[in-house]
């Protein structure tokens, strides 16, 4: 992070996403936002937030409006920091399916988002995570809660390890007995299914945790 000024942060607007909250957020941390579909300001930006609420088509079709597949892919082909939140996280995997039926998500990871198998649903409020011991996303942050709203997530990991790629940090949690991604960290790419702008402090310090990284 360059000490002279604040890391700047594109927080995609593309009709999901409780923008405000996510917004205060980063500021709080230390990053400078700016809300936006532009693609100029999402390039330029040392820092991506795509934020998502709701269903996993329909957050794609409003990703697609504003370019936001290709947009995410440029930074990622450039090493350029970008960050998933919720469904946010959701639609960076290669396809959802609700109701029975699949959408395609970005692809930069394979796996399927799919609805939890749990009686209580959904899953709204507070949960631990099992993170890697070594994780960047959650350096500092002791066994501690976050705040999930969702019913449904990326129940397995269908990334096959190499020997010349780093493979991703994943974080698991639990809901009713159903295991499910809670997080990943993929080099410049890191995605949450919880919301950290909604998880107090410990939220707090996985997104500056984040911005440091910009």
């Excluded at 936006?36 to 390039?43: A, H, I, N, Q, R």
Aim: proline content about 6%; hydrophobic content about 40%.
């Amino acid at each position: 992070m360059n000490s002279r000024r604040k890391p700047t942060v594109a927080l995609l607007d593309y009709g999901s996403g409780n923008l405000r909250s996510a917004h205060r957020a980063v500021e709080r941390v230390g990053a400078e936002v700016t809300v936006t579909s532009d693609p100029k300001t999402v390039l330029a930006a040392d820092g991506l937030l795509v934020p998502g609420v709701g269903a996993f088509a329909a957050c794609m079709e409003g990703l697609r409006a504003v370019h936001g597949t290709r947009l995410i892919g440029e930074r990622l082909a450039g090493s350029r920091p970008v960050l998933g939140i919720c469904v946010g996280m959701q639609i960076l995997f290669e396809r959802g399916v609700e109701h029975g039926i699949a959408a395609e998500g970005c692809g930069e990871w394979p796996g399927r988002v799919e609805k939890l198998e749990a009686d209580i649903l959904p899953h709204m409020g507070w949960n631990t995570v099992d993170a890697p011991g070594d994780s960047e996303m959650f350096r500092g942050i002791g066994d501690e809660r976050f705040y999930f709203v969702h019913s449904y997530a990326v129940r397995s990991w269908d990334l096959p390890e190499d020997d010349i790629l780093t493979p991703p940090a994943l974080t698991w949690a639990e809901h009713d007995g159903d295991r499910f991604l809670a997080a990943v960290e993929n080099g410049p790419l890191w995605a949450t299914q919880f919301h950290p702008e909604k998880s107090g402090d410990a939220g707090a310090e996985l997104l500056r945790n984040w911005v440091r990284t910009l």
